[in-house]
C-alpha cells in the first residue's frame, strides 16, 4: 500500500511540474509584464500559422506529382507577387498595367492588415486576399504575414516557383518579360527545365557588417538567442526578398529559429525580426543558394524613424528610374520603394516609355 501511494505521487508531481512548465512556455511571452511591447503573437495565430504552414508543405508534395504527369500540357512556372500592406495598394493600375498580357506566368495574393481600412483597391488582375492578422513594425507579426503569403501561394498552385514579397509603397523598374525571363528564362524555351529548381538562386540581402547589428541582436535581451543564433550567425538584409520555392518552404518548415525571433523585443529602437529571420536563417541552410542582394532597390541616405527617403511626385523622372535600375550586383535592380501616393499619375505617365521598356 505505502509503496503503492509513495511511487504514484512523485509521478504526480512530475506531470504537475511538467505541465506547468510547459503552460509557462507557452505563455510566458504574454504573461510576463514586459516593457510596452507590441501585439505579441497568440497561441491561436501561432496554431492556425502551423496547420497553413503544414498544409502547404503537404500541398507542394502532391504538386510535385501533379507536375511531373503533365506532359504534353506543357505548363509555365509562374512568379508569385505578394503584397504585404497595411494600407490602400495605391500602385495597383501601375502593376496592373505590368502585367497586362502575361496572364499565365504570374499569380498576386495581397495580406492586407484587417485592423487598418482599405478602401477596394481597383485590381483588374486576379488577387487573391488571403486570411489576414494584424501586423505591426518592431515586432515578428511582418514575419508570419510573410509566411502566410508564401504558404497560401504555395498551396494555392503548383506552378508558383518564385515568390517575391513586396509592399504597397514598391513599384516596378522594369517589364514583366524583362524580369520573368532574368528568373525563369524564355516562357516558350523547354518547359521541363524549371523541374530543376535546384539552380534557382533566391534574391536576399544577407549582411554581417552593419553598425547596429549587435543591438538588434541583444533587442530581446542578452543572451536570449543562444544557442539556436550565436552573434556570428546574426544577419541583416532587406524585407523585400525574391525567394525560390524551395527556400520558400525552408522557410514554411522552419520552427527551430523562429521560436527565438518570435519573442517580443525589449529594446523596441533596436527590434526589426522582419529584417533578421529570413537573412539569418537562408545565411545558416543555404547560403551559396542565396545572391545575398535584394533586388528592391530602396535609399537609405538620411533615413528618419527606420523609414527610407519616400519618393513624392517632383521627383519622379525617366533619369530617376534609370538611376534606380543601376545596381552593382548581376542584375540591375527589379523594384524600388518607397513611393508616396502622389507619384502614382507621373509614373503611368512615362510607364510605357520608361519603365516597360527594357
Ligand atoms: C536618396 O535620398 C536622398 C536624401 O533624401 C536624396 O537627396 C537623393 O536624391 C536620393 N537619391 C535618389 C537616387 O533618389
Ligand atoms: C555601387 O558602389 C559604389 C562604390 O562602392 C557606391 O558608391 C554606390 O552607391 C553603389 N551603387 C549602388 C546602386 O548601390
Redesign the pocket.
Known sequence: MLSSSSSSSPFVYFLTLFFSLFLLFLFAPQILPLKKQRSPITVQDELDDLQLFHEATLASSRGFSKISHLGTTNPKPKIAFLFLTNSDLVFAPLWQRFFQGNDHLFNVYVHADPYSKLSTPQWSVKANFIPAKRTERGSPTLVSAARRLLANAIIDDPFNLYFALLSQHCIPLHSFPYIYTSLLGNPTAASKSFLTQRSHKSYIEILSNEPHLHNRYVARGEGVMLPEVSFQRFRVGSQFFVLAKRHALLVLKERKLWRKFRLPCLDLDSCYPEEHYFPTLLSMQDPRGCSHYTLT?VNWTDSVDGHPHTHHSPEVSPDLLHTLR???SSYS?FFARKFSPDCLKPLMAIANDVIFRD
Open positions: 532597390r543601376k545596381s552593382n535592380y
